[in-house]
């Protein structure tokens, strides 16, 4: 089947552990620097001998969980994405494609108009439920008729099923200003100021969706050589898929409902780490799940440092960084995407 | 005799191509007879055809000269343009994913109007010449980006695809830097409205429309042959790469066009296609889809107008919520994919 | 296919029928002259569109945006229509006493222009909502129709009373609102001399986000604040010229940028404990106004109701900052 040859093997090992040092270096890197600089000396005392009354001190404890936030996310969402365009075998399966970005901003839009839970920490498990109610709809809206969810199906029932979220939640939006002032910075996608109770309290389904996630590699392999083929090979094609796709709605959810809808990272992280590894899934999962927070994180702390005192939040900076960088990639790849 | 066989499914295709044109183009007429009807002041209809030819007393009659025949007209000329666009976006790129309203150009006229309307203040006409330069522009980076020695389908889509998320980034990143009022009427372009469209609009985007879709029927000609595969093409003496791109710079001039009169109406490109198609039963069927887009366009505003009592939404609220069903339903039934 | 082409001519030709139809109705058709009382000499008003002059005393005035909607109720005048903000919770704005057989207009999809006509109104005024020259010829060519002024400007309050004074014939009642307004704020400058030279800021935390502070002097809120003798927190102020924004973007990080002796704050998605979110909020010299929606919008958009209402609310804050 597929299966690296030793000295590949080798390498791929150490491109992972390339990646976990440069995500060590990204995450020192996102305690160190932001929008005020504290020196590095404050770090270490913040860190080691924290003194509460120096506010120079709580900026930096005020940065630890936007790293953990940060670092949650983005393996969420990296893996995410890896997953589904395994199970679509669309290269441009996107979670946002499945409507969990519509999902959870209706579920959101609901809560502060008609719930009038205005809180960013009561809405959080709306957003959860809202992406992992319209993915599952999406997912089954996509499955019915006689060969179930193939990947166009899928996307074309994801669009339909996002626009007309979308047109709800824009008509709420513009009769309801009040609920408009508050989306429209939620809508974003930002690490900052995420509670750290909030964050452990949706780490658990990260937990288990990844742990999903990770143990589908060999699965999406032999989906990935074809349907028939694979049903041939004994796989039973729908359990793999549910399966998939119960991984994908946990780390989506999740991670929208942390850090609010964050596009593009579940796109093209997968792109990247396939043009490492090949296409052995049992490797692009992990580079997917490595990448993903390095990417996510550089854009953080470059959203902090580029407009100063402001930020920038880290799904813009994403678009900015992400986009120029998929535009090479389509300019250099040679095999046909 | 299997050539008489072809000639005589072409000919029964083409009638039922023409059979459902004229269904639809009834049906688009009379929902503009409605809209020309209903409204915060209702008018029947004989009046309203009093007034059109007249007579008929002042206010009544500016109602409907004014306000509500501009607005139908522009409605149903940025529908047209919008479903033709999708439907030869959609089968030049074999995707039904490659709406221009997925494919970044109308994000692209989203974020040039976007900063027109809150970095630099702009209202009306100047908006929309942004919007018209901002999707031309976009389709031509994508373009750009996806073209190595021709343009292939999915490399067009993931261009398209970037670039939607990076211009839809501007505008989030607009909408959080300006004061809500502001933002707030940079949501109402965004979203696509017909409100207080006048004869003004409709001098505008009429030439532009009366143009380009006779030009694209036209060229509907390429399109069946690109159909066959380039190869197949070629030989039949067709020049795929310049066909190929004059029926985007058509299709993008298209959605710009109306893009800029209206604002992004979302999904209109999206669904006419597939519509016209599964009612045309298969192939590409460019009128029906030109009907469709002007269809769902006027009945989503009729809707948007007068469903709710208190308050009217913009057009392009409503688009999806009359498409999108119909689109699901499609999917539920159909049994080949696509 | 051929059946495209077949089909090019008959589309064009309906294409072209249309657009000559509607071209050839597109005459305007006349107003009618109301019963109105006449004005000794038209009052002709400047905005961004052009000039609107207007001869007789209006009886039906459709107010659009808050500030004229509150002018003209300070001035007597029940408006039959006015916009609503759908910002404010149920709509309503607390120092508002709206009219009960006035319509309320919604402003979801831009400026309702039939709905105006609908109720054959005789003078229409609005701000900063009509924006667009389609949407005032449409207004203008039925109905008197004033604008606001050019983009970036913003009328004081002062002036739209007198506009409202001069068109209803009462100037003198224009300026004894005006007068008693000015005396309120006369008044709490006065009995609080210590608020002289003292810093301010309005900020806006956004929960989970950052905070937007304004830099502007000529905003409404900095102008109230002014007028009590206090000026504009000078690193505040620097750093809006420094990007030309109104209102800065400022990273929670950056608590340095509060410290003014009166520190007014909107939080958005949140409550007050939010704010111990901000590093080195405890530790703030000055006085902390947590205030809410309504009060804000009165100061940042003034009005001859809405700087009673939020004058009120901010003087136990102003006694604190004053010590």
């Known amino acids: ?337 | 005799m299997a050539l008489g066989i072809v000639a005589r499914a072409r000919r029964r295709r083409e009638v039922r191509v023409g059979v459902v044109s004229v269904a639809l183009a009834a049906a688009c007429f009379a929902v503009f007879c409605v809209s020309l009807a209903l409204g915060d002041v209702d008018i029947p209809i004989p009046e309203v055809v009093r007034t059109l030819f007249g007579a008929g007393d002042g206010g009544t009659g500016y109602i409907v000269s004014q306000l509500r025949l501009p607005r139908a007209l522009v409605a149903v000329l940025a529908g047209a343009a919008l479903g033709l666009s999708g439907a030869i976006f959609q089968s030049l790129v074999r995707n039904p994913l490659a709406s221009p309203d997925i494919i970044g150009i109308t994000a692209g006229a989203s974020a040039a109007a976007v900063i027109a309307l809150l970095v630099f203040g702009l209202r009306g006409f100047p908006v929309s010449v942004a919007a018209f330069a901002g999707a031309l522009g976009a389709a031509a980076v994508m373009y750009a980006l996806a073209w190595r020695q021709g343009v292939s389908g999915y490399r067009l889509v993931l261009a398209g695809i970037a670039m939607a998320a990076m211009l839809t980034s501007v505008v989030s990143y607009c909408l959080t830097r300006a004061d809500v009022y502001a933002a707030r009427d940079a949501l109402g372009w965004l979203t696509g409205s017909l409100n207080a469209k006048s004869w003004a609009t409709v001098r505008t985007i009429g030439p532009g429309v009366a143009v380009l879709v006779p030009l694209t029927l036209l060229a509907g000609r390429w399109l069946a042959a690109l159909q066959v595969g380039d190869d197949l093409a070629r030989v039949h003496g067709v020049r795929v790469e310049r066909a190929r791109l004059g029926l985007l710079v058509l299709a993008v001039a298209l959605a710009a066009v109306a893009t800029a009169a209206v604002g992004p109406v979302a999904f209109v490109a999206f669904v006419s296609g597939p519509i016209a198609r599964r009612l045309a039963g298969g192939g590409i069927a460019l009128v029906p889809a030109a009907l469709v887009g002007a269809l769902v366009m006027t009945a989503a505003d009729v809707v948007a107008q007068n469903a709710f009592p208190s308050t009217q939404f913009p057009v392009g609220v409503v688009t999806a919520i009359v498409g999108g069903p119909y689109l699901l339903w499609l999917l539920m039934t159909t049994n080949r994919s696509g | 296919m051929r059946s495209s082409v077949r089909w090019t001519g008959p589309v064009s030709l309906v294409l072209g029928a249309l657009l000559v139809a509607g071209c050839a109705s597109d005459a305007d058709s006349a107003g009618e002259p109301g019963d109105a009382r006449e004005l000794d000499s038209p009052v002709t008003v400047e905005h961004r569109f052009g000039t609107t002059t207007i001869d007789t005393v209006p009886q039906r005035v459709v107010t659009i945006d808050l500030q004229w909607t509150d002018v003209m109720l300070s001035m007597g005048v029940e408006p039959v229509g006015y916009t609503v903000d759908s910002l404010m919770p149920d709509s309503t704005v607390p120092w508002q006493d709206l009219p009960e057989g006035a319509t309320a207009l919604p402003l979801d999809d831009g400026v309702p222009v039939e709905q105006i006509l609908a109720l054959e109104p005789d003078l229409v005024v609005g701000s900063y909502s009509i924006s667009d020259q389609e949407t005032y010829d449409l207004l203008s060519a039925r109905v008197p129709t004033v604008a606001g002024p050019a983009a970036d400007a913003v009328t004081p309050w002062q002036e739209l009373v007198r506009t409202a004074g001069d068109v209803l014939a009462e100037p003198d009642k224009a300026e004894r609102v005006i007068d008693s307004v000015d005396g309120k704020l006369n008044t709490a400058a006065r009995e609080l001399p210590q608020l002289e030279g003292k810093t301010f800021a309005l900020a806006q935390y956004i929960v989970g986000d950052s905070m937007y502070i304004v830099a502007d002097e000529q905003d409404g809120s900095s102008l109230f604040f002014q007028e009590l003798g206090m000026r504009l927190y000078p690193p505040v102020l620097a750093e809006g010229e420094r990007t030309g924004d109104t209102r800065v973007n400022v990273s929670t990080e950056r608590s340095d940028l509060l410290r003014a002796d009166l520190l007014a704050f909107l939080v958005n998605g949140g409550d007050e404990s939010d704010l111990s979110d901000i590093p080195g909020f405890d530790q703030l010299p000055g006085t902390v106004a947590v205030l809410d929606y309504p009060t804000i919008v009165g100061l940042n958009t003034p009005s001859p109701l809405s700087i009673p209402y939020s004058l009120e609310k901010v003087e136990p804050y102003l006694g604190d900052a004053a010590a």
């Open chain 1, 1 to 337: 089947m597929i299966s690296p040859t030793v000295t590949s093997h080798r390498r791929l090992v150490l491109g992972v552990l390339g990646l976990v040092a440069v995500l060590l270096v990204m995450s020192v890197l996102s305690v160190v620097l932001g929008a005020r600089s504290v020196g590095l000396s404050t770090v270490v005392t913040a860190l080691t001998d924290y003194q509460p009354a120096d506010s120079d001190q709580q900026v930096v404890q005020a940065r630890l969980p936007r790293l953990f936030a940060g670092l949650l996310v983005g393996a969420a969402l990296g893996l995410a994405g890896a997953v589904m365009q395994g199970v679509t075998r669309n290269p441009l399966a996107d979670p946002g494609l499945l409507g969990v970005n519509a999902g959870a901003a209706f579920a959101v839009v609901s809560a502060i108009a008609w719930f009038g839970i205005t809180t960013a920490i009561g809405y959080v498990w709306f957003a959860f439920a809202g992406a992992a109610i319209v993915m599952v709809l999406v997912y089954a809206v996509g499955s019915l008729g006689r060969d179930g969810a193939t990947p166009v199906k899928l996307a074309l029932a994801g669009a339909a099923v996002s626009a007309m979220l979308t047109s709800v939640t824009t008509a709420v939006l513009l009769t309801d200003s009040a609920t408009f002032n508050q989306h429209r910075f939620w809508t974003v996608g930002s690490l900052s100021g995420r509670r750290l109770d909030v964050v452990a309290q949706l780490a658990p389904f990260v937990a288990v969706g990844v742990v999903l996630a990770l143990g589908a590699g060999r699965l999406l392999n032999t989906l990935s050589l074809g349907e028939d083929i694979a049903r041939g090979l004994g796989q039973r094609v729908g359990t793999a898929r549910a399966l998939a796709a119960a991984a994908a709605i946990l780390l989506c959810g999740a991670a929208t409902a942390i850090a609010g809808p964050i596009w593009f990272v579940g796109l093209i992280v997968p792109h990247v780490a396939r043009m490492v590894t090949g296409p052995d899934h049992r490797w692009i999962l992990p580079y997917s799940m490595l990448l993903a927070p390095i990417l996510l994180l550089v854009s953080d702390v470059a959203g902090r440092l580029v407009t100063r005192p402001g930020e920038v939040q880290v799904g813009i900076m994403l678009s900015f960084v992400g986009a120029p960088f998929l535009m090479v990639l389509l300019r250099r790849r040679t095999r046909e995407l």
